[in-house]
C-alpha cells in the first residue's frame, strides 16, 4: 500500500526527544514549549505564538479570546473541515456559510459581502488544500465593517500570500501540527497573533484559566489545551526543515501535473494564481461530469490496487449533525457540494518517493480508461 501520507523525522526529531526524556522535561512545563512557539511565530510574521494541544482547540480558543458570544454571526467557507464550524457554535454563534471558487476550492470571496448583516462579526478564512484565500479583499470587507478576521492556516505552513506568510493576517491566527502537515507533532496546533492582550487570553483559556496568584481559583472557564514538550521538541525540528519541506512539496505537485495533465476527465490543482504559487499541502482531484462515478468509487478502486487515497471535505451545510440542530436546512452551495463528491486527493505525504508517484499515475489512468 502506498499511504496517503506519512510523516518525514529524520532530523533532529530523535535528538530533541531524548534530550526530554535525559532532563524529565516531558510535560508542558519543559522549555522545548516556550521555544518551539518562539520561532514557529517568527516564521509566520507573528508576535506572539501559543501551543495547544490540536488544531482544532486553537480554533476553540481563537474564538473565546476574540470574545465571541451567541447571537453573533461569523462568515465561513462551507468547504471546510467541521472543526472550524464546532469553535463558532460551540460559543454560541452562528456560522454563516459561503460556496468555494471552483478553480482554487477557497471560499468565494466575491460572496462575502453579501452575508453580512448586522449580527455579523467575524470571518473565518480557511485555506485549503495549497493554494491561500485572496486576502486582500478579506480585509478590505473586514475593515470596512469593522469585523474580526480569524485565518485558518493549519494546511498551510510556508505557504505566503503576495510573499507575506500565511498566518500573518488578520487578529488572530491558527495552525494544527497532525501527522500530515508540513510541521507535525503528532497531535499539535498553535494559535499566534500581534495583540498582547489576546495573546494572553489564549494563555490563560488554554490553562484552565488559573490565576497567578491564586492558582485554583478560578474567575472563569478554560481547557486543558497544552502542549507537551515531547510535542514541542518533535515540532521544533519539523520546524527547522519547513522551507526544505516546501520545496519538495512543490517538485512532487509538479510532477503529478506533468503526468496527468493530459487525462481530459480530470481537474488538477491550479500550479498559482497571482497572489501565490501552490505549496500542494495535499494533492486533489476532482472528476469532471463526463464520468458517471463519484470519488468514492474511484477511491475504492484505488485502494484495491494499494493506492491509499482520502476523500475532500463534505459541506457544512450538508452535515447531518447541523441538520439536527435546525441550521442550513435547505440552503445549497453547489460549487461546494460538487467538488466534495468528485474530489478526493492521493499519495501526498513527504516520504513519497518518484517511483510510488509513478506507480500512483500509473494506477490513476488504467481506472479512469
Known amino acids: 500500500m502506498i499511504p496517503v501520507n506519512e510523516p518525514l523525522l529524520d532530523g533532529n526529531e530523535k535528538k530533541y526527544l531524548m534530550e526530554c526524556i535525559d532532563t524529565g522535561w516531558i510535560s508542558s512545563e519543559g522549555p522545548f514549549v ?40 461569523v462568515i465561513i467557507p462551507t468547504f471546510t473541515i467541521i472543526s472550524c464550524a464546532n469553535a463558532i457554535i460551540r460559543a454560541g454563534a452562528i456560522p454563516v456559510l459561503i460556496d468555494s471558487d471552483p478553480y482554487t476550492w477557497n471560499m468565494d470571496v466575491n460572496q462575502i459581502e453579501s ?8 470571518i473565518m478564512v480557511v485555506h485549503i488544500y495549497g493554494l491561500p484565500v485572496d486576502m486582500d479583499p478579506v480585509m478590505r470587507i473586514a475593515k470596512k465593517y469593522g469585523l474580526k478576521i480569524i485565518e485558518d492556516a493549519a494546511e498551510a505552513h510556508g505557504q505566503t ?27 499539535g496546533g498553535m494559535v499566534v497573533t500581534d495583540n498582547e492582550e489576546l495573546a494572553e487570553r489564549c494563555r490563560s483559556l488554554r490553562n484552565l484559566c488559573f490565576q497567578a496568584n491564586r492558582r485554583f481559583v478560578h474567575e472563569e472557564m478554560g481547557w486543558n489545551f497544552r502542549m507537551t514538550n515531547l510535542q514541542a521538541a518533535i515540532g521544533l525540528a519539523q520546524l527547522e526543515r519547513l522551507d526544505e519541506f516546501v520545496i519538495k512539496k512543490r517538485n512532487m505537485g509538479k510532477y503529478y501535473t506533468q503526468k496527468l495533465k493530459d487525462i481530459e476527465s480530470i481537474q488538477l490543482p491550479l500550479e498559482k494564481t497571482s497572489y501565490a504559487d501552490n505549496i500542494y499541502w495535499v494533492y486533489g482531484i476532482v472528476l469532471n461530469d463526463q464520468l458517471n462515478f463519484d470519488a468514492d468509487k474511484m477511491m475504492k478502486h484505488l485502494a484495491a490496487k494499494n493506492i491509499g487515497t482520502r476523500p475532500f471535505f463534505y459541506p457544512m451545510h450538508e452535515q447531518p449533525v447541523f441538520h439536527k440542530m435546525g441550521l442550513f436546512v435547505n440552503e445549497s452551495y453547489p460549487v461546494a457540494e460538487i467538488i466534495s463528491r468528485k474530489g478526493f486527493y492521493v499519495p501526498s505525504g513527504l516520504t513519497l518517493t518518484e517511483a510510488q508517484m509513478d506507480e500512483v499515475v500509473k494506477v490513476i489512468k488504467e481506472e479512469l480508461n
Request: hydrophobic share 35%.
Open 115 to 122: 452575508r453580512i448583516t448586522p449580527k455579523t462579526r467575524a
Open 34 to 73: 516556550k521555544e518551539f512557539e518562539e520561532k514557529f511565530s517568527a516564521k509566520v510574521g507573528r508576535k506572539y505564538g501559543i501551543a495547544v494541544c490540536n488544531g482544532s482547540a486553537a480554533l476553540d480558543v481563537a474564538v473565546a479570546a476574540l470574545g465571541l458570544k451567541e447571537g453573533d454571526e
Open 161 to 187: 500570500y503576495k510573499r507575506k506568510p500565511c498566518g500573518s493576517f488578520g487578529d488572530i491566527s491558527v495552525f494544527s501540527f497532525y501527522p500530515n502537515k508540513h510541521v507535525t507533532t503528532g497531535e
